[in-house]
């Protein structure tokens, strides 16, 4: 984080990465000075409403980010970018997209929680889109023109107003995360109740064990004798506003749907409760570990691991197995994982894997069948994908066996 003093009195000169969050209402023209070197620029948590014009000055800018503002339009000026590919207006007062605003270079478009109800038709015209988050807009329809983003491989659409699947996301070359659970076509499952409903009495809450875009997972000690519970588990309690990836009762109601599988995370119960919102899990032993590190702004939409890890090829061939498994499970009872990836998967030193992380989940078995075998098609983009990526971490020994080739040549 930097400061507004730091900004003016020139000791930013140079600097390719620029964060400041001070409560801004104006945007400071200072900034201008670093054009020469300014690469990434991060306004999140201000209260800003306009872009000047000479943002254009700022040439050698490739990402913006400029969340939790007061912005009601996507500035235009963000259009004349020529190095722009990465626009985050997350949480603003969105309304209006318009057809300038765009950049031509665009690879990242994140516009969650707004009250977008029209996408400009531009946005079909922007060939390098990978990743494009919509959740929690206003938005009815979807641009005929977005059936040419032949590169676009994660789409987050849920909690919107859609009156219909758009067929043309099943016809997407590369897509392989999509979400799109609380739209009106949507239709409510009827699993809510196979574990049961408890109060939050009934356990009590402990250290915090993770958290993501969707709620917080605590261990807990389980307290009510009238269950044949463990006594220790985890407990996620759900954020009760939108996420980047939808509602949470969504979420809630998708892990439902999954139904029991050895590889899945186990959920027990549920509570839901005015104002809170909580799934209860069977701990997950300590010995497991994540197996991946979530994309970063270069890799966009793939995973990345940490320097220096490797696997066997014999292990990458174990987990796989069970993610096919799995796979397949949630599939035959309608549910899109939606975030198919190698950092939402937990596995031991012995490569026994479990699943989990549901934020991005949909359930689709209301569709007509072509449109679920679409849905499974685009799901299965994304566990090959997953085995590319545990690929690039085989021991490169093993890199020439028939093991490996099996892998390599995968298809679902």
């Known amino acids: 984080m930097h400061t507004l003093e ?3 009195s020139g000791q930013l000169k140079g600097i390719k990465r620029l964060k400041l969050s001070e409560g801004l209402t104006e945007f400071p023209l200072e900034i201008l000075e670093l054009a020469d070197s300014l690469e990434i620029l991060d306004l999140s948590g201000n209260q800003l409403s306009e872009l000047p014009q000479e943002l254009t000055q700022l040439t050698s800018l490739r990402i913006i980010f400029a969340s939790n503002n007061l912005f009601t339009h996507l500035p ?4 004349s970018l020529p190095k722009l590919e990465m626009v985050g ?27 977008i109800e029209v996408l400009p038709n531009s946005l079909g015209e922007r060939p390098r889109l990978q990743k494009l988050a919509l959740a929690g ?42 979400a799109f659970a609380g739209n009106p076509f949507c239709k409510h499952p009827s699993s809510l109740d196979s574990v049961p409903a408890v109060s939050s009495q009934c356990y009590s809450v402990n250290q915090v064990l993770g958290q993501g875009a969707s709620g917080v997972i605590s261990h807990a000690n389980w307290l009510n004798s009238d269950f044949d519970f463990p006594q220790e588990v985890a407990v996620k309690v759900f954020k009760g506003e939108v996420t980047s990836d939808g509602y949470p009762h969504d979420e809630l109601e998708a892990c439902l749907q999954a139904g029991h599988h050895s590889n899945l995370v186990k959920s027990i119960a549920q509570v839901d409760e005015q104002d809170y919102l909580a799934l209860v899990m069977e ?35 174990n987990i796989v197995i069970q993610m096919i498994d799995v796979f397949n499970h949630l599939h035959d009872n309608k549910v899109c994982h939606g975030d198919l990836y190698a950092h939402n998967t937990l596995v031991n030193e012995q490569g026994q894997m479990i699943f989990g992380d549901f934020g991005a989940a949909t359930i689709y078995g209301y569709l007509t069948e ?15 994908y997953f085995i590319e990526d545990l690929l690039t971490v085989c021991s490169t020994e093993e890199i020439d066996s028939e093991l490996y080739k099996k892998l390599e040549n995968y298809h679902a």
């Open 283 to 317: 701990l997950i032993p300590s010995s497991y570990y994540n197996l991946g590190l979530p994309p970063t702004l270069e890799t966009c939409t793939r995973d990345t691991f940490p320097e220096g890890f490797e696997l066997p090829i014999t292990q990458i061939d």
């Open 76 to 79: 235009d000026v963000l259009g």
């Open 89 to 115: 207006f997350k949480t603003n007062q969105i309304k209006t997209v318009s057809e300038e605003s765009l950049p031509a270079q665009l690879r990242w478009l994140i516009l969650t929680d707004n009250a």
């Open 137 to 178: 807009n206003q938005l009815r329809t979807l641009p005929e023109s977005m059936e040419k983003l032949s590169n676009l491989g994660l789409v987050r659409l849920s909690a919107n107003q859609l009156t219909e699947f758009p067929e043309f996301l099943i016809k997407l070359p590369k897509l392989a995360w999509l």
């Open 6 to 8: 730091q900004l003016k």
């Open 370 to 384: 072509e449109q679920q075998q679409g849905i499974r098609r685009i799901e299965a983009r994304a566990l090959k």
